[in-house]
T-cell receptor, first 117, second 113 residues
Framework: EADIYQTPRYLVIGTGKKITLECSQTMGHDKMYWYQQDPGMELHLIHYSYGVNSTEKGDLSSESTVSRIRTEHFPLTLESARPSHTSQYLC????????????????FGSGTRLTVV | AQSVTQLGSHVSVSEGALVLLRCNYSSSVPPYLFWYVQYPNQGLQLLLKYTTGATLVKGINGFEAEFKKSETSFHLTKPSAHMSDAAEYFCAGDGAGSYQLTFGKGTKLSVIP
């Protein structure tokens, strides 16, 4: 069963609005990630965090920001939404490694489909 | 650096036919490899994974994949396609426990009745 939750599932918002996409997990995983995915396209890592108060930018430059104040919560914020931000945003976690292997793969949320008009 | 290549952005098969989705990786060390499935407007769901040990890996929904180091491949197969298999499939790798998966560009599977 899914233990990672993203809200809202769908969001249509006007240009210039500030938005926050929520991602919460109940598994206690330290590592969390945000991916951006255009329809039918590949995934691009935009942010990741390996623990509380630790955030890094990913491979794809993004105008969004993230915070990690609590282990279970990893919200993504756009200060001023633009039509170019229209995309699907996927949150994922990675469990603590056993003996350093880390070979468990991501658990993904259901995603937030954002449309900026 | 690790890279993952999926051959064929779109594969069509008839219902009941063999499904073969191709994935090749490049890595200087044996990687961890994964296949994910994504249904429309959903997140990604783990199908199966290769870490160490047996090179033939069985996953959910009747899928399996074989790790072939000599060919640097991790192709996904299913003996008989169902309509419900129509989805996007992503191959991913994690080289040397980096905790960041590298994804292929995805293959859209269509199943023709």
């Amino acid at each position: 069963e899914a233990d990672i939750y993203q809200t809202p599932r769908y969001l249509v918002i006007g240009t210039g609005k500030k938005i926050t996409l929520e991602c919460s997990q109940t598994m206690g995983h330290d590592k969390m990630y945000w991916y951006q995915q255009d329809p039918g396209m590949e995934l691009h890592l935009i942010h990741y965090s390996y623990g509380v108060n630790s955030t890094e930018k990913g491979d794809l430059s993004s105008e969004s920001t993230v915070s990690r104040i609590r282990t279970e919560h990893f919200p993504l914020t756009l200060e001023s939404a633009r039509p170019s931000h229209t995309s699907q945003y996927l949150c994922a976690t990675y469990p603590p490694s056993a003996g350093g292997s880390g070979a468990y793969g991501y658990t993904f949320g259901s995603g937030t489909r954002l449309t900026v008009v | 650096a690790q890279s993952v290549t999926q051959l064929g952005s779109h594969v069509s098969v008839s219902e009941g036919a063999l499904v073969l989705l191709r994935c090749n990786y490049s890595s200087s060390v044996p990687p961890y490899l994964f296949w994910y499935v994504q249904y429309p407007n959903q997140g990604l769901q783990l199908l199966l994974k290769y870490t160490t040990g047996a090179t033939l890996v069985k996953g959910i929904n009747g899928f399996e994949a074989e790790f072939k180091k000599s060919e640097t491949s991790f192709h996904l197969t299913k003996p008989s396609a169902h309509m419900s298999d129509a989805a996007e499939y992503f191959c991913a790798g994690d080289g040397a426990g980096s905790y960041q998966l590298t994804f292929g560009k995805g293959t859209k599977l269509s199943v023709i009745p």
